[in-house]
């Protein structure tokens, strides 16, 4: 779940235990994304895929991260997923909507395992798509993956948001700014904040055992967004197409763990 650019609760280092916590939330958010992937097809409603991903966390012994959710005088989130289509950016609530041939769908979803939150999102096609929104899609993927390889031990977060911003305007996309990645842990929102967007060799340093969700969203058109009167749901104020990847990683030694992936593989 994105942060709005406010104040979080503080950078935290985490040790081998807690690093074991987050390791474990985010193999149960791995998991509910595969079984809510396998679900998408034209028809199904985001309640029936909400119902899933809650079935599939709750199985696990972990706890839905967004359901209940309240920061900021917001009203509380109601879902186990934010389900966001089309235009739609960030924090659409699931419900009775139908998703069609040729929607985008993004997905966001979070779990709590022993007080450690996992946090991931992910854009797929509902059957088959343009080959405008497909591109999206896959440039989206693509800077996040770009964003991951620039944390590591000592690089800092401009780093990270000079890597997606470069490559996402290069390719003709709008960088979301109002809504950022943040640090996560005993928090779903901890500091450092993390923009999608920035200068390299600038902001806060990162130190191993810092733990971060890394989440680019890519508009074809402004940058620019509303908040819907439901008080979550965000769309693109040009009403044009997005798409959202995420990822919660540690900062190691050796580079970034991501802790919400299955193994090598990339939605």
Known sequence: MTNLRRRTSGITIK??????QMRQAGKVVAEAKVHIMEAVKP????????SIAEEVIRKMGATPS???????GLIPFTGTICASINEEIVHGIPGDRKLKEGDIFSVDVGA???GFHGDSAFTIGVGDIPDEAQQLIDATRESLKLGIAQATNGARIGDIGHAVQKYAEGQGYSVVRKYVGHGIGRALHED???????????GTLLKKGMTIAIEPMLNIGTHET??????????TADSELSAHFEDTIAITADGAEILTTPNGYYF
């Open 15 to 20: 040790s081998g235990r807690e690093l074991a």
């Open 66 to 72: 967004f359901k209940g959710y309240a920061a900021g």
């Open 112 to 114: 709590i395992v022993n």
């Open 226 to 235: 509303v908040q819907l009167d439901d008080g979550w749901t965000v769309v």
């Open 43 to 50: 028809g199904v409603t985001t309640g029936e895929l909400d």
């Open 192 to 202: 450092p904040q993390v923009p999608n967007y920035g200068r390299p060799k600038r």
